[in-house]
């Protein structure tokens, strides 16, 4: 019998008892075997279950975008090459890129729900609530919980269901809010529908830790940039790193010619307003404000690209107040954000709250005095500045203030390629 694809050999005398391609087998592929390759062996490297945080599933975001990790679709800024091992596990967020083609690549943000040693505090305090010292299955211990246990056999998310988590939007929820929770949650195969019934209990337990943890990737979903919302595109999640586009850190314009931060000061205004004032008759309204809430595209457009101090007043149904979250529904998920302060701030939201953080936190890290004899910025809106930044100051007055800004600044936005956001404003409007 000879061996398909080898030539036939010499006559060679062979031992006794062994045949000539037994001798092959012995002697001569070891000798191949040690030759070189000329194809050089690349090293991939690999998202460890560990990393994504898939080892806590499902005490965590979702799977749907893991594909694309695993596939090398997603890889991290400057990370392109193969041979390179992932970056730090201690880091809450990463820069990174994102593709559909394996050609184009596009910017994309990988964060984590809290830092990484948050999560490993809450963890242990999940063991610790169902009195396991050392280690203990997450999953198994929150779906023992009385609160879980009230969710698998609810088809609909009811406000006495998230009472006392302490992510801002569910502080006040009305069910109209939560049938949108449902609706637009895109981590499950079946969306649309404000029923539970094609969630399965892992669903089920993604969602209400996402709740309980960091409603950022839920507000993305809720509220998409495609439809005209100021926040960024949500591409998903792998366990508990979610995936959402990337943008330019507004702190970056702080240096630039007072025409584009006038543009970037006039969409938060803008931006601000749309938030509390909109076809959906949800107020979306800042409970904290910072540079780092806000980013920028290529064109010049604006989002808010951090939404986890977000919260939401329904204004077409009110708001759920039954109970104090405190005194009758704290447990282990209360506590899972990091913070166990609870608050009922609906009731006392001022309308012009989000308006007076933007103007004291924000604004001034754009308009300075310095840029009135410098820049030739009119006196009129350090004045406004002030007074809508001062909460002592009525709403009218504030959102009178907020108006004047917005129309003095309107005259120094530029309209230019670089801000293809304002087209065909720009190509067609007389004042330009």
């Known amino acids: 019998m ?17 045949s000539w391609q037994t001798w092959f087998l012995c002697f001569m592929l070891p000798l191949v075997a040690s030759i070189p390759s000329a194809v050089p062996q690349t090293k991939s490297y690999s998202f460890g279950r560990q990393f994504l945080g898939l ?33 730090s596990a201690n880091r809450t967020s990463y820069e990174g ?18 830092s990484p040693h948050l999560h490993e505090l809450t963890d242990k305090n999940i063991c610790r609530s169902a009195g396991k010292r050392k280690s203990c299955s997450i999953e198994a211990v929150l779906r023992d919980t009385q609160r879980f ?28 809010l939560l049938d949108r929770i449902v609706r637009r949650y895109f981590e499950v195969a079946d969306v649309g529908s404000v029923q539970m019934k094609h969630f399965t209990t892992k669903d089920k337990l993604r969602l209400l830790y996402t709740l309980a943890v960091n409603q950022q990737p839920l507000i993305l979903q809720m509220f998409p940039g495609t439809e005209g919302w100021p926040f960024l595109r949500y591409h998903g999640s792998c366990g508990r790193l979610m995936v959402w586009a990337g943008s330019r850190p507004l702190k970056k314009l702080y240096t630039s010619p007072l ?29 904290t404000a910072s540079e780092d809430m806000f980013g920028t595209v290529e064109d ?35 506590c899972l954000s990091g913070s166990c302060q609870q608050v009922l701030p609906c009731q006392s939201v001022r309308p012009s709250q989000s308006f007076t953080l933007l103007c004291r936190h924000v604004l001034p890290k ?29 709403d009218q007055r504030i959102f009178k203030a907020t108006q004047i800004l917005r129309e003095t600044l309107q005259a120094f936005r530029p309209c230019s390629n670089d801000y293809g956001y304002r087209y065909p404003e720009c190509r067609y409007s007389d004042k330009f």
């Open 259 to 287: 025409a584009q931060r006038a543009d970037a000061a006039y969409q938060l205004l803008h931006i601000t307003q749309s938030l509390a004032s909109n076809s959906l008759r949800f107020n979306l309204y800042y409970t």
């Open 55 to 87: 080892d806590k599933c499902n005490a965590c975001v979702g799977t749907s975008i893991c594909k694309k990790f695993f596939k090398e679709e997603i890889r991290f800024e400057r990370w392109l090459s193969s041979q390179l091992d992932l970056p």
């Open 366 to 394: 754009l308009l300075s005095p310095t840029d009135v004899p410098s820049a030739g910025l009119p006196r009129t809106v350090i004045r406004e500045l002030g007074m809508c930044a001062d909460h002592s100051q009525s």
């Open 97 to 114: 890129n994102y593709t559909d083609d394996s050609e184009s690549w596009r910017p994309v943000v990988l964060s984590r729900l809290v």
């Open 2 to 18: 000879a061996l398909r694809g080898l030539k036939p050999m010499p006559a060679v005398r062979e031992p006794p008892g062994r």
């Open 300 to 334: 010049g457009r604006l989002f808010i690209t951090d939404a986890s101090t977000i919260g939401i007043i329904d204004l077409q149904e009110g708001f759920h107040t039954e109970g104090h979250p405190q005194t009758n529904h704290s447990d282990v998920f209360s």
């Open 149 to 176: 246990q009230n969710w698998t056999r609810s088809n609909l998310l009811l406000p006495s269901m998230v009472q006392g988590l302490a992510t801002p939007m569910l502080r006040c929820p009305s069910q109209r």
